[in-house]
Structures are given as structure tokens and as C-alpha cells.
């Protein structure tokens, strides 16, 4: 069973810069699509952008376009979520997902893993 594993969050300051790994032992990531999401304290998971398999095609949300894009890196077997600009809005929980890159959606997303914060304060 494929088990995504989140990690790199951590206490930002306004502005500040993270990158979140998102990673799986003992699968190969690079034939599966993986997507980002998040979710704040009292609002509903939301996605944030995706990776297609192996090909390397992404898609970002307009909601972050500009300041968050995605990555893979097959030989460390990762996927990653860079932030940059980042505000107190950028405040949540995020999670990596397998989702269909044509359905970059949580609706269409599987095996999630457990999240990792992301605080953004000064």
C-alpha cells in the first residue's frame, strides 16, 4: 500500500520561503500523479497544485500561482511543494495526495498522508 509521508513544515515569518517534501519508501513515485492541498483551521481542504507522472507536467492553483510551484525529483524519490511569499493566508495544514493530474482535485485524491504545518507569523 502506498504511504505519502509530508515534511519540511515548520514556523515561517511573513514574506519567507519553505519547500515541503513529500515522499514514499520502498514505491517509486515517478509513475504516479501526485497533487498538494491544504487546509486551514475551520475551512475545507483545498488544492494547491499537481504533478503529472514521470513527464513532469504541472498545474498550480491561481490561488497561489506566482508564489508555489512543484517539482519531482525521481532520484530521491520526491515530490516537492516550493512556497515562496508567503503570507499568514498560507497558514495551514498541507497534505500530498495521489489525484489524476486532469482532476487536480481533492475530490479525486487518494493515500493521503499525515500533513505536515505550516505557520506563517512573525
Known amino acids: 500500500q502506498l504511504q505519502l509521508v509530508e515534511s519540511g513544515g515548520g514556523l515561517v515569518q511573513p514574506g519567507g520561503s519553505l519547500r515541503l517534501s513529500c515522499s514514499a519508501s520502498?514505491?517509486?513515485?515517478?509513475?504516479?500523479?501526485i497533487g498538494w492541498f491544504r487546509q486551514a483551521p475551520g475551512k475545507e481542504r483545498e488544492g494547491v497544485a499537481c504533478i503529472s507522472a514521470r513527464g513532469g507536467g504541472t498545474y498550480v492553483y491561481e490561488s497561489v500561482k506566482g508564489r508555489f510551484s512543484i517539482s519531482r525529483d525521481i532520484n530521491a524519490n520526491t515530490i516537492y511543494l516550493h512556497m515562496s511569499s508567503l503570507n499568514s493566508d498560507d497558514t495551514a495544514r498541507y497534505y500530498c495526495?495521489?489525484?489524476?493530474?486532469?482532476?487536480?482535485?481533492?475530490?479525486?485524491?487518494?493515500?493521503w498522508g499525515q500533513g505536515t504545518q505550516v505557520t506563517v507569523s512573525s
Open positions: 520502498e514505491v517509486p513515485l515517478d509513475v504516479w500523479e
Open positions: 495526495a495521489t489525484v489524476p493530474f486532469n482532476n487536480c482535485n481533492v475530490d479525486y485524491a487518494h493515500n
